[in-house]
Every structure is written in C-alpha cells, then in structure tokens.
C-alpha cells in the first residue's frame, strides 16, 4: 500500500482540530479521569480497582473516539472524498489511529497518576498498555465501519465496550459461574492479570502468555477491520 | 491516442435493475462534454465508474488509456479533480483549513490554497466554518478543493446547481480559463442553457442511454426545424424554411414592403432533447 509521511500528518492534523471542536465527543475523555480521581479519594489500593479507570479509559476513549470519529467520516461522506484524493486508505486509517493513540496514551497516564497507581514494573506495564491500546483501536475501527451512521455507531460500540472492558468483573463472578472462566481471555483480563504478576515475583510465562494473547487479538482484530473495510466500502 | 475517456458499451445494474446500457462516447482532450439528462438518468453512475468509485456490470472504460479501475492508484487520482453533490467537507473546519489538508494530501505548495480561493472567489471569506456556510458557497469551496491540484481532467456533477447567477458567471468564466489551459472537463447538468454556454459537445442521456450526441450547433442542425418567421404588416405570421426554397417568397414580401419583423425559429437544446426523448429535462 501506498503510505505517505505527510499525508498522515495531514490526517492526523485535521483529526485534531476536528476532535478539539466536536465537544460531544471530546468531552468523554474527561470521564474515565474524573472516575480516577473518584477511585483515589474512595482509597483505591488493589490492582483491580487501579484498572477500572483504566479500562475505562480504553472503552471510552480509545474504542468509542475511533469509532465515532470514522462513523461521522462516513455519514458525512467525508471519507469518500479522501479516499478520491491521493490518500490511500492505510494513510488515513494511520492518521486517525494515530491520533486516537496520543489521546489515549496522555489520558492513560493521567488515569494511572490520578488513581494513585504506582506499578512496580513501568516499563513491562507501558509495553502491554500500548498493544493493549492498538487492539482497542482496532476494535474502534471495526464498530465505526459497520456502523452506517454515528446514531447507529455509539449503539453498537456500546455491547462492544461492556464485553472487553468488564472482563475482570467477569472474571470475579467466574467461581459462581464457570463459564465467565471464558472471560480471563479477553485482553483486559490478560492486562490485569500481568499487572497483578507484575506486583510479585513472576516468571517469564507470566509475562508473556498475557502479552502474546494481547498481541493475537490485535492481529486478529486489524484482520477483521481489513475484511469489515472490503465488505462495507465497495459498492 | 489522444482520447482522454473512451466509454464503450459500458452497462450497469443495481440488483437488476439497469441503470445504464449500453453507453458509448469518447472525449477528446482539452473538450468540454456535457451529460444532459433528467434526474435519475444515470449520470452520477457514470461518473462514478469514470472515476473508480463503483464497477461497471460490462463494457470497456479507459481514461488516459487505463482502466478505470487504476484510477484507484494514487498516481492517477492527481490527474483527475472531481465535484459532486456530497461536498465530503469537513464541517467544524474553515475553508481554508479543509484546502490546506487537500493541498497537503495532494502535496501542493502553499501558494495553492490563496491561488484555489481566489478561483471561486472566496479568499476574503476564508476563514469560515463550513457549518456557517450556504449551499451556493459549499459549492464553491467543493470546486476550489476540485481544481487546487490542477488535474488534466475534471469531473463536475451538476457544478452550478446552488449557484447564484453572479457566481455562476463567475464560475463559468473560471472554467474557461482552465479549458483553455488545457483541462479536459465532463460536466453533468440538467440546464440545457449552461450547456449551450459551455460545451464544445453534449450528450443526451435518458433512461441510462444515450440518445443523441454531438456539438449543440450540429445537434440543432439535424434535429432542429430550421424556420424562419416572418411577420407582415397585415398583422400575418407566416413560417418560411431557412433555405433558398422560400427565399423568392420573403424577397416578394420585402419588394412589397409587407414586411415588419423576421427572425429565426433555431431551437434551443431543451427542444431537441424534448423532441428525441419525448420528455422534458426535470
Ligand atoms: N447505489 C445505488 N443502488 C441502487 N440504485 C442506484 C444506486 N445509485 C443509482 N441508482 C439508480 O440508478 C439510476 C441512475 O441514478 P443516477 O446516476 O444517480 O442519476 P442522475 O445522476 O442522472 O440523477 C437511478 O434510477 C437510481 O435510482
Ligand atoms: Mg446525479
């Protein structure tokens, strides 16, 4: 595919100025902080609580942006007037995740520093937060392109975010019933599950079962996102 | 070969149902062409096929002597500029703001922008949100973004259709200056008039056929009844043929002095395309 450095810059530009005005949706990334400074007053101290602002944080800003942001690029037809100018489509998908990537690593950060988190391995953490990250862009993607309009996206993101975010709670409830035993594949489950090790003394499979599984739904995800793209773009 | 689209028996269907069949034209460069044709004749489709946006159910498509289908690749999208009825502007951006991205997708110079807006006369309103703007001015702001790139070839789906008359002169004005700089152009429209005004040849598009094709005065040629009405001074009409047949009839009229009035009957192209078609262009 044909991929341009300026380009990209360009998309991702647009997609700033565009998202610093859309109030409706920028203010949601104010939610997942205001629920991490709540946590933290509320005296968070497990991991698991650390993560609910953090998961928050993917469902909402990471999966619900990117959704909403390509859904309006479709229903306003602004999409099809890039895909006419020499952007190619990996140009403008880059762009956009890009921008979504930034907002989503800022907001992540300030999630974790308002909850009062202080993880005892930062670096391992930050790899698995940022794969974590481009899974849930991918997950945005895939609900904006089958979504036809914004009204229809911010419905079908909903089942979508309560799924992949509510994992941990599910797997809480997995002792009552085993089949939420399921649950403990879902990215977020492997991301609290790492942190958790992270927290101890842990071995080389502690680390990567939950990074490879995190990894296979990314690739997995950007391969249904491509498929979704085929199907719903060519008419 | 210096055809810069060349259309052949090109057919398209929609869930059975045709859209298009069986359409044929070529379009030389630096031409003006025009697709004439009610609403629902099919000529957004064929733009469409024309600029790789959907697929065509059969025939043969070349623009610069590839198919259609390569108008996909970013090469290719730089030789053409397209307008359509969905101006896909983003809507909390400015004017500028929206050229500056295409110019910088299209990789112009910065001198690209001013040179657009001074084009369609928006350049002391360039700072405005699209959201705040008519539908006369989104038209123009589609048209600057078409033409920014400078593209051989340009694609304009119903150009004027909000237009004002002041800014439709202006934008007339501004096409030609491209054409004579060597822009082929493929305009659609259902106004005969503009047309008449901008087309070097026309097609007339009816029920996704082409019914007749041809330069507007070539077309009033075959298909128009050339008359001339004479009006005499006993407050008579009479209907004579443009030929030296009647000639001895009109001197006789004018010898006697009978005469106070004579022009010519020559049809407009709505005419024609009502006569050919048998239905009006709305
Ligand atoms: N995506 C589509 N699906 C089904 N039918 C379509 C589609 N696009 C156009 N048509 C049909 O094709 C015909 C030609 O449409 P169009 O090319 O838009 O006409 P025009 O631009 O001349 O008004 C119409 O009968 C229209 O209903
Ligand atoms: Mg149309």
Redesign the interface.
């Known amino acids: 595919m044909?991929i341009?450095m300026?380009?990209i810059?360009?998309?991702l530009?647009?997609d700033y100025?565009?998202f610093s005005?859309?109030y409706a949706v920028s203010t949601m990334v104010l939610l997942p902080l205001i629920m991490a400074f709540l946590y933290n007053r509320l005296g968070a101290n497990t991991i698991s609580m650390y993560f609910l602002p953090i998961n928050m944080t993917f469902s909402i800003v990471t999966t619900y942006v990117q959704c909403s942001l390509i859904a309006e690029e479709k229903e306003?037809?602004?999409?099809?007037?890039?895909?006419?100018?020499?952007?190619?489509l990996g140009?403008i998908l880059i762009g956009k995740s890009l921008f979504v990537l930034i907002v989503t690593i800022v907001s992540v950060t300030m999630a974790i520093f308002l909850v009062g988190y202080e993880p005892a391995n930062l670096f391992i953490l930050a790899i698995a937060l940022l794969l974590s990250a481009v899974f849930y862009i991918a997950l945005g993607t895939i609900c904006g392109l089958f979504a036809k309009s914004i009204m229809e996206a911010s419905i079908i993101v909903l089942p979508v975010m309560v799924i992949f975010s509510f994992g941990p709670l599910a797997l809480a409830l997995s002792s009552a019933y085993p089949i939420l035993k399921l649950a403990e594949w879902l990215p977020s489950s492997q991301l609290l599950l790492l942190a958790e090790a992270l927290e101890g003394k842990y071995s080389m499979a502690d680390v990567l079962i939950p990074m490879i599984t995190i990894i296979v739904w990314s690739l997995l995800s950007w391969i249904f996102a491509a498929i979704i793209y085929k199907k719903r773009m060519?008419? | 070969m210096n055809a810069v689209i060349d259309v052949q028996h090109l057919k398209k269907t929609f869930n059975n149902e045709t859209a298009l069949q069986d359409v044929s034209f070529t379009i030389k460069k630096g031409e003006i062409f025009g697709f004439l044709g009610p609403s629902g004749s099919g000529k957004t489709t064929t733009i469409k096929i024309l600029t790789a946006q959907t697929d065509k159910s059969a025939g043969n498509v070349l623009l610069f002597g590839q198919h259609a289908s390569e108008m996909k690749q970013s090469h290719n999208r730089k030789r053409f500029g397209i307008l359509t009825d969905n101006s896909g502007l983003y809507t909390r951006l400015s004017i500028e703001e929206n050229l500056i991205l295409y110019s910088n997708l299209y990789q112009l110079s910065p001198s690209a922008v001013k040179e657009a807006l001074d084009f369609v006369n928006l350049y002391a309103e360039r700072k405005k949100k699209i959201s705040q703007l008519s539908k006369g001015m989104i038209q123009r702001v589609t048209l600057a973004r078409a033409i920014m790139h400078k593209p051989e070839l340009l694609f304009l789906d119903e150009p004027t259709s909000a237009l004002d008359p002041v800014n439709t002169q202006h934008i007339y004005n501004g096409l030609r200056k491209l054409n004579a700089m060597g822009t082929t152009i493929f305009l659609t429209t259902h106004d005969m008039s503009e047309a008449e005004i901008l087309c070097d040849r026309v097609a007339f598009l009816h029920k996704g056929k082409i019914r007749a094709i041809g330069a507007p005065k070539d077309l009033k040629k075959e298909f128009g009844s050339d008359t001339i009405t004479v009006e005499l001074k006993n407050g008579e009409q009479e209907i004579i043929e443009n030929g030296s047949q009647d000639a001895e009839k009109l001197y006789q009229w004018m010898q006697s002095d009978q005469v106070t009035r004579i022009y010519t009957n020559e049809p407009t192209l709505g005419d024609i395309f009502m006569q050919i078609t048998g239905s009006d262009l709305v």
């Open positions: 044909n341009s300026t380009r810059q360009a998309i530009m647009k100025k565009e005005r859309n306003k037809n602004t999409l099809r007037s890039l895909m006419l100018s020499p952007a190619s140009d060519v008419d």
